[in-house]
């Protein structure tokens, strides 16, 4: 079992920047596979980013050269840098896991078994 606990979200004004942190617990091995999604009132939740262990990152088209996505082993933690928000990015952001990923589902929510219960990120013209 994974613990995932999110934290960092708030309310923000267009082109502000919000970091989103994750801290994970339980049984974490080196090799987790972890990523961010979001959810919109009314819509689907859509993957934002996602990373594996050495590094290599996946990012959707509509946050790409504005959300980073990074994390520290020693603390376990995953963060999300998000700069120059707009207001469509507004969302309930979750934090998920799996000890496993294939490369081409890294985005999509039901490749992930763990979950946080969620941040809320609101972005005002």
């Known amino acids: 079992q994974v613990q995932l606990v999110e934290s960092g979200g708030g309310s923000v004004q267009s082109g502000g920047t919000l970091r989103l942190s994750c801290a994970a617990s339980?049984?974490?091995?080196?090799?987790?596979?972890m990523a961010w999604f979001r959810q919109a009132p009314g819509e689907e939740r859509e993957g934002v980013a996602a990373?594996?262990?050495?590094?290599?990152?996946t990012y959707a088209d509509s946050v790409k050269g504005r959300f980073t996505i990074s994390q520290d082993n020693a603390k376990n933690t995953l963060y999300l840098e998000m700069n120059r928000l707009k207001p469509e990015d507004t969302a309930m952001y979750y934090c998920?896991?799996?000890?496993?990923?294939?490369?081409?589902?890294?985005?999509?929510?039901?490749?992930?078994?763990?979950w946080g219960q969620g941040t809320q990120v609101t972005v005002s013209s």
């Open positions: 998920a896991a799996a000890f496993w990923v294939p490369f081409n589902a890294r985005l999509r929510q039901n490749a992930y078994t763990y």
């Open positions: 990373t594996v262990s050495d590094g290599r990152t």
């Open positions: 339980g049984h974490i091995s080196s090799n987790l596979y």
